[in-house]
């Protein structure tokens, strides 16, 4: 588990193919690495990675063809900046929210534009995400806890402070820019206990999570806009 609070900005050195999967060799720049041991889990632009060699400045981690298709680390290059968090203690200061590390989607930068000493960002989710995301609720991008100022459809606003700008890689966005997104992981339980003795069905038998769903199971009431 991580916070969402970036410790460093580390750079990848290199990408090498393995069987088809990838081992990537991070930099990992002020990241503190000194009680770090292997099989530690640190975050790579909100991934959660496996340490399989460490050293003074950097580690390795490999990567599955199954991360490497659901998340943007195989679009790097060396010389790419990313963000580093190693995972939580029960000592550390809970300062952003509950990240996994397991990221959900790819989203995409549609604008950013300066706001004062800020910048304000929107990104456009995939589809199937937008009913996690809520107006000042939780959104972690490439790993950065961040609250969700607005919300129109699958695309959502970000105010980003200059303390952000300065430590996350967020600085270096531009329109088109493909991000990590995980979604608040209560948002996602929510979802599946609200389905009952229903999720254990299978995918294509089990009902959708809708206005009739829960009026019929008592957590909306009858007519109050349920449609199909």
Not at 160 to 180: A, D
Request: proline content about 5%.
């Amino acid at each position: 588990m991580f916070t969402g609070i970036i410790q460093a900005i580390g750079r990848i050195e290199r990408l090498e193919p393995r069987g088809g999967d990838v081992r990537l060799t991070v930099a990992a720049g002020q990241l503190d690495l000194t009680g770090a041991k292997l099989g530690d889990s640190i975050a790579v632009n909100g991934v959660c990675l496996t340490a399989v060699t460490l050293g003074a400045a950097g580690f390795a981690a490999d990567v599955s063809r199954e991360t490497l298709a659901l998340t943007t680390l195989g679009h790097l290059t060396p010389g790419s900046p990313v963000n580093l968090e190693p995972a939580l203690t029960l000592a550390t200061p809970l300062g952003g929210h509950l990240v996994s590390g397991h990221v959900d989607g790819i989203g995409q930068v549609i604008t950013h534009q300066q706001d004062g000493r800020s910048w304000r960002l929107r990104i456009e989710a995939p589809s199937a995400l937008a009913r996690y995301i809520a107006p000042k609720g939780s959104i972690s991008v490439d790993g950065t806890s961040l609250t969700v100022n607005q919300v129109d459809g699958a695309r959502f606003d970000l105010n980003i402070v200059p303390h952000t700008l300065s430590e996350t890689i967020i600085g270096t966005y531009r329109g088109g820019t493909r991000v990590n997104l995980e979604v608040d992981l209560i948002a996602r339980y929510l979802e599946r206990l609200l389905l009952g003795d229903a999720a254990a069905l299978p995918a294509a038998t089990a009902p959708s999570l809708t206005l009739d769903f829960l009026a019929a199971h008592g957590f909306a009431r009858p007519g109050s806009g349920a449609t199909s």
